[in-house]
């Protein structure tokens, strides 16, 4: 009997020692410099690498049908172009960013880059929000204003947070201004959801020989399922670095956890969405066609 005992504090002192290990590690890449250096220049070839891959894809697109003008699809890769193109700018030059003294500005160019992620993503939530009221015979015209109006109102909510940010300097409205983009975050997985599963549903119930149905379908829910992950682990992770600042995401001191972060809520859910959303439209011109407007 005491040899059992002596073997579980053992066993027990052996696992305290690997997560003391573990977490003297962490502390140790977050202290260095040239760790620092390293991860911060890696996000910043990434998010270039996808602003690339992004810009390819929207100048194959524009070469293969010129005469669409500027659809959805051509948005959503011009956006995916510009969202990515400026956080490899701002981790190029993270230290010049994390360090500025403005905590209104730096959250500025922090926060911007999440709104229009937001914004990019929610271009496939309308996109698939017109297929499924087409489908169901229901009028489309008021879901692009609505858009507009969501996305409108948002940006104009967040300039008055960093307004008064800038005005108040208090950690309070630091707070509510990640709330606020937690906030977002479940609104954007609430919209993947709700069009996204809607669509898929409807798609589940066309006949098996219909054609295209099974690649629809995989795209449909595995883009669904990417991207609302995605916000909803954005959503969990704000909230939490909101009002835990061994929590704290975009500072100089953590980046470690910048690199799951971004990696997880942004660089791979991206890179998967322009793999998956990677065909070309068809050549020929449809006559019921219209571009966007």
């Given at each position: 009997?005491?040899?059992?005992?002596?073997?579980?504090?053992?066993?027990?002192?052996?696992?305290?020692?690997?997560?003391?290990?573990?977490?003297?590690?962490?502390?140790?890449?977050?202290?260095?410099?040239?760790?620092?250096?390293?991860?911060?220049?890696?996000?910043?070839?990434?998010?270039?690498?996808?602003?690339?891959?992004?810009?390819?894809?929207?100048?194959?697109?524009?070469?293969?049908?010129?005469?669409?003008?500027?659809?959805?699809?051509?948005?959503?890769?011009?956006?995916?172009?510009?969202?990515?193109?400026?956080?490899?700018?701002?981790?190029?030059?993270?230290?010049?960013?994390?360090?500025?003294?403005?905590?209104?500005?730096?959250?500025?160019?922090?926060?911007?880059?999440?709104?229009?992620?937001?914004?990019?993503?929610?271009?496939?939530?309308?996109?698939?929000?017109?297929?499924?009221?087409?489908?169901?015979?229901?009028?489309?015209?008021?879901?692009?204003?609505?858009?507009?109006?969501?996305?409108?109102?948002?940006?104009?909510?967040?300039?008055?947070?960093?307004?008064?940010?800038?005005?108040?300097?208090?950690?309070?409205?630091?707070?509510?201004?990640?709330?606020?983009?937690?906030?977002?975050?479940?609104?954007?997985?609430?919209?993947?959801?709700?069009?996204?599963?809607?669509?898929?549903?409807?798609?589940?119930?066309?006949?098996?020989?219909?054609?295209?149905?099974?690649?629809?379908?995989?795209?449909?829910?595995?883009?669904?399922?990417?991207?609302?992950?995605?916000?909803?682990?954005?959503?969990?992770?704000?909230?939490?670095?909101?009002?835990?600042?061994?929590?704290?995401?975009d500072v100089l001191y953590h980046?470690?956890?910048?690199?799951?972060?971004?990696?997880?809520?942004?660089?791979?859910?991206?890179?998967?969405?322009?793999?998956?959303?990677?065909?070309?439209?068809?050549?020929?011109?449809?006559?019921?066609?219209h571009p966007i407007k």
């Amino acid at each position: 009997m005491v040899r059992a005992k002596g073997f579980v504090l053992t066993e027990k002192t052996s696992l305290l020692k690997d997560v003391v290990r573990i977490l003297g590690w962490w502390d140790e890449i977050d202290k260095s410099e040239e760790w620092q250096r390293f991860i911060f220049y890696l996000l910043s070839g990434s998010y270039a690498l996808i602003s690339f891959v992004a810009l390819v894809q929207l100048c194959r697109i524009q070469l293969r049908v010129p005469e669409y003008g500027w659809t959805t699809q051509k948005v959503f890769h011009l956006m995916n172009f510009v969202v990515n193109g400026l956080r490899a700018v701002l981790f190029c030059f993270y230290k010049t960013v994390f360090l500025i003294k403005s905590k209104a500005v730096k959250m500025v160019l922090l926060d911007l880059p999440n709104l229009l992620f937001f914004s990019t993503y929610m271009l496939l939530v309308l996109f698939w929000a017109e297929i499924y009221y087409q489908a169901r015979s229901l009028p489309i015209n008021k879901l692009r204003p609505a858009c507009y109006i969501i996305n409108g109102f948002i940006y104009f909510a967040q300039a008055c947070i960093w307004i008064s940010i800038r005005l108040s300097k208090s950690p309070i409205a630091i707070e509510f201004a990640r709330v606020f983009i937690s906030i977002v975050s479940l609104c954007a997985a609430s919209g993947f959801i709700l069009y996204g599963g809607r669509l898929f549903l409807m798609l589940r119930r066309f006949p098996i020989e219909s054609r295209g149905r099974q690649k629809k379908l995989f795209e449909v829910g595995f883009v669904t399922g990417i991207c609302c992950a995605c916000f909803v682990l954005r959503c969990l992770m704000v909230m939490v670095s909101a009002f835990d600042e061994d929590a704290d995401i975009d500072v100089l001191y953590h980046p470690l956890l910048n690199l799951i972060y971004y990696m997880l809520v942004e660089i791979l859910p991206s890179a998967l969405v322009l793999f998956i959303l990677r065909k070309l439209p068809l050549r020929r011109v449809s006559e019921q066609y219209h571009p966007i407007k």
